[in-house]
T-cell receptor, first 113, second 115 residues
């Protein structure tokens, strides 16, 4: 079945460092890809998405490019802030009639001042 | 705009008791999802509804779990009887329209502890 694999955390960075969180997927067909973020004590929020190969999703300085050839959707940010500390989830959904999301296990990011 | 509202935020109860979690989706959204989040298993989809009708309940762990959506503005997830292994954070999410281009909006979750 479809699945998402994320790099294990926690990822600990200093403020203004460059961030990469790796995500690869396995899917039949052509899924849509998402990054969700979960701040402490809150639910998940959609951060960005991409619906076809070579699409780049971006939001709040974060970017991810849908790479069909490597089945990847890595999350990047050029300069992280303490306020970016959260758990980041990569997810996919097929293009069928369902609205189901399949999530990765999440990666905890801790940014230190 | 009000987001997805879940209640209670925290629930602590003893094993064997009935637990009812509640969710009010965003007005106008026609899809509603229930998820469970644990350290061991991550985020799991339990069940989802479209226009108040259950579409896929394949993620419901066992018969002790049941979910209903009596109208477009309210859903419940019930566990009876509860067991310690049910301890988790339960999230409700809603979205408008079908297909994955419509983002799911999550509530803040219910943290459930079964003693």
């Amino acid at each position: 079945g479809d699945s998402v694999t994320q790099m294990e955390g926690p990822v600990t960075l200093s403020e203004e460092a460059f961030l990469t969180i790796n995500c690869t997927y396995t899917a039949t067909g052509y899924p849509s890809l998402f990054w969700y973020v979960q701040y402490p004590g809150e639910g998940l929020q959609l951060l960005l998405k991409a619906t076809k190969a070579d699409d780049k999703g971006s939001n709040k300085g974060f970017e991810a490019t849908y790479r069909k050839e490597t089945t990847s959707f890595h999350l990047e940010k050029g300069s992280v802030q303490v306020s970016d500390s959260a758990v980041y989830f990569c997810a996919l959904s097929d293009r069928g009639a369902t609205n189901k999301l399949i999530f990765g296990t999440g990666t905890l990011l801790a940014v230190q001042p | 705009d009000a987001g997805v509202i879940q209640s209670p935020r925290h629930e602590v109860t003893e094993m064997g008791q009935e637990v009812t979690l509640r969710c009010k989706p965003i007005s106008g959204h026609d899809y509603l999802f229930w998820y469970r989040q644990t350290m061991m298993r991550g985020l799991e989809l339990l069940i989802y509804f479209n226009n108040n009708v259950p579409i896929d309940d394949s993620g419901m762990p066992e018969d002790r779990f049941s979910a209903k959506m009596p109208n477009a503005s309210f859903s419940t997830l019930k566990i009876q009887p509860s067991e310690p292994r049910d301890s988790a954070v339960y999230f409700c999410a809603s979205s408008s329209g079908g297909g994955t281009l419509k983002p799911q909006h999550f509530g803040d979750g219910t943290r459930l502890s079964i003693l």
